[in-house]
């Protein structure tokens, strides 16, 4: 009888997988390289061969699959089984639902990977049993997923959650969106090295840290008392701040996680992040809320692409 | 065998009652003087007698009764059963639900009433069958509600949907919350009174506006060509677009529903602020997405109560 599932969490260079079983216990976990050539069209049959190989290897019968989770960076309709857009990956209106189903003979389940790392940290990681979280991801940019009545907030066109689209500064930096002023380009490492690269402009303000800082040197200059350092995690923490407080009115979550690389830079991030967001939070919607770190690291994605298929399956109740 | 469900929407000065069977058909409506003295501690049971006359009078024995729903305007914690705070009823930390069920001996739910009036669009009115809906109200101030996966999104706090306090102005106009620049400071009517205050200084603007005008009156003058008026109503439509931008980036709606006595306005207040909302979005979470406004007018309360009895009692499948 079938009791695993195949999580999947695509990604722009590597493709992650794991077994996990329908309580969310991982029993194994491999990658391979995302080959990314003609719009990524091999994917998928790269895929299939994977999940075979590792399932003789290790003896896992097929019978033995319930299903299979994917997520995917950028907008996928879940309804339809389409991937939308993934600028990363080629694939573009995309029928990847289908196309796996065919080759796996499985039934697949597809939503996007940021809402699917939130998932994950609901099922398994810093959220567990919290029925309404909202996690964020910062790396190069930041991604967003939101947690509502224990399922994931998708939207028809699957872009709930593109909380790094969120625009903060009228007429401010362009975005790849094509938009000016969006969150990603003043807080995720992108926008850090923007930020540094302003500032720097004016040598006077230039302690230990220069052009070719990165986003993590900023905050370790930060943690050391570099003054153009502390502003720079000031001010990208006071965007977050806003977008946060602003993110509580509308959902009155019970708690928000932060994921990703800059996440690495624990209480140098938190600490201003919290204070700005006092300030800012209508008090009534900060009464039964907390901050945590994400706690499933690269994984999130794998759990969370099982916890999809698991409940569309009916393995988990709401 | 029951049929029957009370929806009851209690406001500051009238509280509305309506007799809905389970599939939302209205068989009767009235309503009573909302008694504030005394922080409300009587309004408990006026409720209850005002029910009993009723159907008393119409012949409906209390067996046809299943359940009762209650909308509030404040903050309501539905899972305690807890009003924790409706400045305008004077209840604040208050058991209403036990309250209830102790007079009626009947299940009672309750909710926040823009989060009741969107249930209300969603299940009768505006938004029917629209899985993923934002109700906004604009009265004298801004109200909101939000529908995702088929439920009403109330947060631990019961502060969901409270869009009115989505902060859009930095340092901008102090708000009733304590707050500074909040929506509903620049685009409710007494927000549309504020900035009609504001530009009337300069008296070169006015023209046929005064400062005894009502935000109806800016939109009226609007209309028929006058600047100030047309500059009051940019303003308030830019301010309400940009907020409304950032929310469908965060959740994906299909629908977007304005209701509240400023929709009178309509074409005046839709064109403007879709015109500034196209600026503002992100393409991918704009293409499923409609604008419409809302059909239930005052009713939408009591249609939402019914709802949210029929909902949790189960007669309602998600």
């Known amino acids: 009888m079938a009791e695993y599932i195949v999580g999947i969490d695509v990604g722009g260079t590597t493709t992650k997988f794991g077994i996990l079983t329908t309580t969310g216990e991982n029993i194994g976990k491999w990658k391979i390289h995302t080959h990314t050539e003609n719009d990524g069209k091999n994917i998928c049959s790269h895929i299939k061969s994977s999940i075979q190989e590792y399932c003789r290897e290790n003896q896992i019968p097929k019978s033995k699959l319930a299903g299979v989770g994917v997520g995917v960076p950028g907008f996928v309709e879940e309804g339809s089984g389409m991937v939308n857009n993934a600028v990363n990956i080629g694939w573009k209106d995309y029928p990847l639902q289908s196309t796996l189903e065919e080759l796996l003979d499985l039934p697949v389940f597809i939503n996007n990977d940021a809402n699917l790392a939130a998932a994950g940290e609901y099922w398994q990681g810093a959220a567990k049993m919290e029925t309404s979280t909202l996690c964020i991801t910062l790396g ?40 000016e002023g ?26 230990q840290l220069d052009k070719s800082s990165e986003a993590i040197d900023i905050f370790k200059a930060a943690e050391e008392g570099d003054r153009l350092a502390n502003r720079i995690v000031n001010e990208a923490t006071y965007y ?7 993110t509580v009115v509308l959902f009155n979550p019970e708690k928000i996680i932060i994921g990703g690389g800059m996440s690495a830079a624990k209480e140098t991030l938190l600490q201003p992040l919290v204070a700005h967001f006092k300030r800012f939070v209508l008090t ?12 499933l690291g690269n994984d999130a994605g794998i759990y969370g692409a099982s916890w999809l298929a698991a409940k569309r399956l009916g393995y988990i109740d709401d």
Not at 240 to 246: G, I, R
């Open 140 to 179: 190069t940019g930041v991604g967003g997923g939101v947690i509502l009545n224990g399922d994931v907030v998708t939207g028809p066109s699957g872009t709930a959650g593109e909380i790094g689209h969120f625009l903060v500064v009228p007429h401010g930096r362009i975005c790849t969106c094509g938009r």
């Open 182 to 207: 969006c969150l990603e380009e003043y807080v995720a490492s992108k926008g850090l090295r923007r930020s540094l690269l302003d500032h720097l402009r004016n040598p006077a303000e230039s302690t």
């Open 240 to 246: 977050l701040a806003y977008v946060l407080a602003n």
């Open 284 to 295: 009534e919607a900060d009464q039964h809320l907390s901050f945590g770190f994400a706690q």
